[in-house]
């Protein structure tokens, strides 16, 4: 149980164009999500926070217009990278929440992003 | 704030050894204390947690006790394995406060265990 995919596992595009990643969860619902990123050899800085049905939060420094977040159901939040830059290219994992549960996240596989 | 420093790695072993990472914390209130194990090219996994003061997380060998006095929660396995050879990242998480619910993570420790 408590299963979280991501899609694409990865993807190469050029830049200036969009890019969106899927986070589900499989088996449960979850009520937040929460959107990573991640440097080589550097550890998890988290982007937002992705509450079902409201606007996410954002992190101090992370761009909203840049990194468009949407929770539109229970068991998905789509993450699209807006004119994406060579800068933007790194790996975004997201982790989902099951409701009343403060302290357990589950982690999906993450998606390499590399812009070109 | 919250915050969470790892020892720096890399940290090398020959298989059987035994390994030590250590972690202190720093938070307000009682956090609960994580190990995440990510191998190469995938996510995080949660390798254990401890929940209240003087709780032992243990997994797959790994143990890891809370040691609220000395704000501590050091990662240890008796006799490592090739494929325990992975980055592992301490976290915490707490309760209350502006960062309900929020992971903070380490800097992460890259373990290499060679045969």
């Not at chain 1, 986070?23 to 926070?49: E, N």
């Not at chain 1, 997201?94 to 993450?110: D, K, M, T, V």
């Not at chain 2, 309900?100 to 045969?115: D, E």
Request: glycine content about 8%.
């Amino acid at each position: 149980g408590a299963v979280v995919s991501q899609h694409p596992s990865w993807v190469i595009c050029k830049s200036g164009t969009s890019v969106k990643i899927e986070c589900r969860s499989l088996d449960f619902q979850a009520t937040t999500m929460f959107w990573y990123r991640q440097f080589p050899k550097q550890s998890l800085m988290l982007m937002a926070t992705s509450n079902e049905g409201s606007k996410a939060t954002y992190e101090q420094g992370v761009e909203k217009d840049k990194f468009l977040i949407n929770h539109a159901s229970l068991t998905l939040s789509t993450l699209t990278v807006t004119s994406a830059h060579p800068e933007d290219s790194s790996f975004y994992i997201c982790s989902a929440r099951i409701r009343l549960s403060y302290n357990e996240q589950f982690f999906g596989p993450g998606t390499r992003l590399t812009v070109l | 704030g919250n915050s969470v420093t790892q020892m720096e790695g890399p940290v090398t072993l020959s298989e059987e050894a035994f390994l030590t990472i250590n972690c202190t914390y720093t938070a307000t209130g009682y956090p609960s204390l994580f190990w995440y194990v990510q191998y190469p090219g995938e996510g995080l996994q949660l390798l254990l947690k401890a929940t209240k003061a003087d709780d032992k997380g243990s997994n797959k060998g790994f143990e890891a006790t809370y040691r609220k006095e000395t704000t501590s929660f050091h990662l240890e396995k008796g006799s490592v394995q090739v494929s325990d050879s992975a980055v592992y990242f301490c976290a915490l998480v707490n309760a209350g406060g502006t960062s309900y619910g929020k992971l903070t993570f380490g800097q992460g420790t890259i373990l290499t265990v060679h045969p």
